[in-house]
């Protein structure tokens, strides 16, 4: 099996992308050799624009209801691999503001 790239590497590559494709920018990004690569992200069209470009599978969407300060919001979870790294996007805003592919069917 082929090493993983460096965390240098995965965290220019990511740079790289959004400069070259326009993508948005993650509120939070970290980087490990343990768990790979994890992005958040404040809004879900702009996981679901990482998560497209990533080329990860829908079958690898994730969303539930998560209540908090008495907001109801949706938290997605994406898990896949991208060039050779493990990958996790995560999201959690307000139902209303959630595009409907991501409600999880108790909360539509």
Known sequence: MKNPPSLPVVLFTVADAMARN????PAKVEASGSFG????????????????????????WHSQPYQRDDV??????????????????????????????????VAA
Request: with cysteine; aromatic share 8%.
């Open 22 to 25: 326009a993508l948005p920018l």
């Open 37 to 60: 690569l994890e992005l958040d992200f404040p809004a879900h069209v702009d996981l679901r624009r990482w998560a497209r470009y990533m080329r990860l599978p829908v079958e690898q």
């Open 72 to 105: 109801p919001k949706v938290l997605t979870n994406v898990h896949g691999h991208w060039r050779g790294v493990r990958v996790r996007l995560h999201c959690c805003e307000p139902t209303t503001d959630t595009p409907a592919e991501f409600l999880p069917a």
